[in-house]
């Protein structure tokens, strides 16, 4: 998986998936984040928020053993246009931290663009293996709801773009070092165009 890594003063970092690794960056203009979320395949799995949100509890009901060996989720998200960001919140809470809002309104700015303005986009919420799974499921809900209410009320994107799904610890970057910071992200998926309009 190709990685493009924004790691700016603020300790935010952002990575925008395709398809082989690429040397970290220090910075990431508009272009590539419109890039990584424009980046649609053929073979793209149909996911909405209510099938994905199903499949992570089905994940932790299933499967009980260590992270190192679970499956991962049968959905392939990773064959989805996507960026992963690592927000700041506070310890345990669903709050951000006012340092992560420039990376937010980063994001917030791609969506503005045109050449996003007619798609969809679901915001997952994932954490390490620290906590209860249950516990983890409702904080990482709670995180993509924070992320979404921001980009919607504070930077303007249509609410009708954006739905929250927390993935909780059934996703994760790092399964051989599941308490890892890295699982402690936030991705927002490209899944389709916007529905048309009623006449």
């Not at 209510?50 to 992570?56: D, G, N, T, V």
């Amino acid at each position: 998986m190709k990685s493009l890594m924004l790691r700016g003063a603020l300790t935010a970092a952002l990575l925008v998936s395709a398809a082989a690794p690429v040397a970290a960056q220090t910075d990431l203009s508009n272009a590539q984040i419109v890039q990584g979320l424009n980046n649609l395949t053929q073979d793209a799995p149909v996911v909405t928020a209510a099938s994905l949100r199903q499949a992570a509890l089905d994940h932790a009901t299933m499967y009980s053993g260590p992270p190192s060996q679970r499956p991962p989720l049968a959905i392939q998200l990773d064959k989805l246009a996507q960026i992963n960001v690592q927000i700041q919140f506070k310890l345990n809470s669903a709050i951000i931290l006012p340092d992560s809002y420039a990376t937010i309104g980063a994001i917030a700015d791609a969506l503005h663009n045109p050449v996003l303005q007619g798609y969809r986009f679901i915001v997952t919420g994932n954490t390490d293996t620290t906590g209860t799974r249950e516990h983890n499921l409702k904080l990482s809900q709670e995180r993509a709801d924070a992320v979404v209410e921001a980009l919607t009320t504070t930077f303007n994107v249509n609410p009708a773009r954006l739905e929250a799904v927390g993935l909780g610890e059934e996703a994760l970057q790092d399964t051989k070092n599941p308490e890892s910071p890295v699982n402690r992200r936030v991705q927002i998926f490209n899944v389709g165009p916007l529905p048309p309009r009623p006449r």
